[in-house]
């Protein structure tokens, strides 16, 4: 199952000329996830080359403006194109009355919006993964989140099938989805006689914004990705405490620990230069790209490789997009809007 993280907008607090500011694409299997939707999210998701996905659920880390400010519009828009599916939006307590607020702005939608305020725990579950909550360290109440998969079972071993004169065909499939079955002989076999042993699903984590902390680095022990905030370099290191943020360097610390596999540095101050904060965090841990807004990050199963970092930029995400938006990517004119 295809599994793509899409780097939105990568600033902190305020868009610069190259970067948008909070919002990570989640694209597992038939599921769109955004966390985060920053000022301009509907642009940059026009941009990337994905088209306006039609996002199933909305997961906000905080209720800070760079982190949510594209909701009115991405609503409304979804309105104008008459969208009917629910759309879920996640995160933590006042989303309800910042949601009821901005309600004036949006006005009525066509389509279900469900809003659910939430702590630690699982949020959401679709096939085969599930996504959790957990606390994070900031200056309001924040929350960061994980895509964990579950193990899947083991590698068809076709000599032991062969072997056991198990015949081929429907049989096989059921031994791998985890079943014994009685064969025509009347033996039974049960799954673990053909199947190698249980392979691991991929965890994809994001941060929000926050000081490190156990809660992120509890998530992360082991993650395929972590998506860390980065708003300082190690000059600043005193106000990343003060505003509750992290040094570049301090996510890769905390990356080292958790023993991720990637680590992806995101929501870099406007003083922030990309190459710098990937110097300094490649001091404490090797495996460390700073997307630009657009990257993607293709994660394949283990046993197929390491992820791999599609590199976006104008008009189309690696040139041409490797993940599909679900839905029709609609065609408004301006006088639409
Ligand atoms: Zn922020
Ligand atoms: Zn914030």
Redesign the pocket.
């Known amino acids: 199952m295809d599994l793509f993280v899409t780097f939105i907008g990568t600033a902190?607090?305020v868009p610069t000329a190259t970067r948008s500011?909070?919002a990570t694409l989640i694209a597992r299997g038939g599921d769109r996830w955004l966390v985060d939707c920053g000022e301009g999210t509907q642009r940059q998701l026009l941009r990337s080359g994905l088209g306006l996905v039609d996002v199933d659920v909305v997961l906000l880390t905080h209720l800070?403006g760079?982190?949510l400010l594209g909701l009115p519009g991405l609503l409304k828009t979804y309105g104008l194109r008459e969208r009917d599916r629910p759309l879920a939006l996640i995160g933590p307590p006042g989303l309800a009355g910042l949601l009821e607020r901005l309600g004036v702005v949006v006005g009525r939608t066509p389509y279900p919006i469900w809003i659910e305020e939430t702590g630690p725990g699982v949020v959401l579950e679709t096939a085969g993964a599930r996504m959790e909550a957990f606390h994070t360290d900031h200056s309001v109440p924040s929350l960061g989140y994980a895509l964990v998969e579950d193990p899947r079972p083991g590698a068809f071993d076709l000599a032991a099938a062969r072997a056991l004169r198990i015949p081929e065909g429907p049989l096989y499939g059921r031994l791998q989805r985890g079943e014994a079955v009685a064969l025509p002989d009347a033996r039974e076999v049960r799954p673990e006689e053909v199947l190698g042993p249980q392979r691991p699903g991929r965890t994809v984590v994001l941060s929000g914004?926050t000081r490190p902390c156990a809660g992120t680095e509890a998530a992360a022990a082991g993650a395929t990705l972590l998506v860390h905030?980065a708003?300082f370099l190690e000059d600043e290191s005193q106000r990343a405490v003060e505003t509750r943020h992290s040094t570049a360097r301090e996510a890769a610390e905390l990356a080292a620990r958790a023993g991720v596999e990637l680590l992806a540095l995101t929501?870099l101050s406007s003083r922030t230069l990309p190459r710098e904060a990937r110097r300094q965090a490649e001091e404490a841990f090797p495996d460390v790209i700073v997307p630009r807004d657009f990257d993607q990050v293709e994660l394949p199963f283990p046993e197929r490789g390491g992820p791999v970092v599609h590199r976006g930029g104008e008009g189309g995400v690696g040139r041409g997009p490797r993940v599909a938006a679900s839905g029709d990517p609609g065609s408004l004119s301006s006088d639409d809007l």
């Open positions: 902190a607090s500011t909070a800070h760079d982190h914004d905030e708003t929501h």
